[in-house]
């Protein structure tokens, strides 16, 4: 009978906040609605109320409305975190904000009037750490697209674990035991075993776009690598160990001249993958679906159960791919007409002394090549007058 009385009354409980909640409630009425659920004493009810005027504020800021539905993306949560950071909130302070909107988003989830909870995924920085690392956006992401390849040819290669890292968000320590019999070219896709037994063991099956599996391909093939031996390998050629991935993000931020809060840790490339995929409309499930699997089944279990999500991060990550290199592509093009016209210009000055006034770039070579990485609409534009410039000059 009293079980009976409890499954009634629970029922009511859905039905009656069905009626009156949806995604465009606000979360102060959310959290309202709630307290009249739980066994709260005043404190408790008065410090959540102060958490959630603290986020609303914040979402106003950004113009958008405080209601349930904006608070469902990961990158709002992650940008909220960092703006409490650079406010000076303190680490308890703001994990104790996550953990106050977890416990509403978590109660409506379970109750099927919000998807999912976003602040349950996302990870508070440690208290005295210089640990927080600043999440990229794409345009950022494509600066270091171009950075890999610029270091490349000063004979800093970081291509092949700077991407891995970029296209899958795996942990340092997962990147170094990586090895090359991990990567099943044929499903297209990196399959990690943590190799340690025990109730949290994981599998996680990783996907990656065409390009850099072709890339991944023939880098086995060049250096004559056999199953056995590891995918991944420092600045100085020798197998990937702790702290290495560190000094590989730290030449990147170097390179691209990010300090304090710009500067990027191998964590952030974790975040910053993350964060992409859900901006693109990946769903949480999928997101978490890298997380891993418990080993339970045999690896071609979990290939054909998955292959929906598997394929919709790929197709994902291959648009991510396209866009990084169709912007590689634009910049390397940009960086050429930079050379061609020093080129061009310095013949000028060795075989045609009528000029009086020697030609010159409109700017340093320097200052253009970083603007063509940078900002290539306003090099081509610059670049555009010089050779109006040129020609009504001769």
Not at 117 to 127: D, E, L
Request: hydrophobic letters at 35%; glycine letters at 4%; charged letters at 25%.
């Amino acid at each position: 009978m009293v079980n009976e009385l409890l499954t009634v009354k629970k029922t009511d409980i859905q039905q009656s906040l069905e009626d009156l909640m949806n995604m465009e409630t606000t979360i102060s009425d959310s959290l309202i609605h709630m307290k009249e659920h739980r066994y709260w004493a005043q404190s408790t009810f008065e410090s959540y109320k102060n958490d959630v005027k603290t986020f609303e504020e914040f979402l106003m800021d950004n113009n958008l409305d405080p209601v349930l539905k904006n608070s469902e993306r990961l990158a709002i949560v992650n940008q909220w975190i960092k703006h409490q950071k650079e406010n000076g909130a303190a680490f308890k302070t703001i994990s104790r904000r996550i953990a106050s909107l977890s416990s509403i988003y978590g109660f409506y989830q379970s109750l099927g009037i919000v998807h999912s909870n976003p602040f349950k995924a996302v990870r508070v920085p440690g208290p005295h750490s210089g640990s927080y690392s600043a999440v990229m956006d794409m345009d950022q992401l494509k600066q270091v697209y171009v950075a890999i390849q610029d270091l490349k040819k000063e004979g800093v290669d970081i291509e092949i674990p700077i991407k891995l890292l970029m296209f899958t968000g795996l942990r340092n320590q997962a990147l170094c035991s990586l090895k090359v019999r991990d990567v099943e070219f044929d499903e297209e896709l990196i399959v990690y075993n943590s190799g340690v037994y025990n109730s949290k063991h994981k599998v996680q099956f990783l996907p990656l776009p065409p390009k850099f599996l072709n890339s991944l391909r023939e880098y086995i093939k060049e250096n004559g690598l056999t199953t056995d031996d590891p995918l991944c390998y420092g600045i100085k050629g020798l197998a990937l160990q702790n702290k290495q991935l560190n000094r590989m993000t730290d030449k990147i931020c170097e390179y691209l001249g990010w300090k304090g809060e710009r500067r990027v840790t191998p964590h952030g490339f974790r975040y910053s993958i993350a964060t992409l995929l859900d901006e693109k409309g990946v769903s949480k499930d999928t997101i978490q679906y890298l997380l891993g699997h418990s080993e339970t089944e045999s690896i071609k279990f979990y290939l054909r159960r998955d292959k929906r999500k598997i394929y919709q991060i790929k197709k994902v990550l291959t648009e991510i791919e396209n866009e990084l290199e169709e912007h590689l592509t634009h910049v390397t093009h940009a960086k050429a007409a930079v050379s061609d016209t020093h080129e061009q210009i310095q013949i000028t000055h060795s075989h045609a002394e009528e000029f009086a006034q020697p030609k010159s770039l409109p700017f340093s070579e320097d200052f253009l090549m970083k603007l063509a990485v940078q900002n290539p609409e306003i090099f081509e534009r610059i670049m555009s007058l010089h050779y109006q410039n040129q020609k009504k000059a001769t």
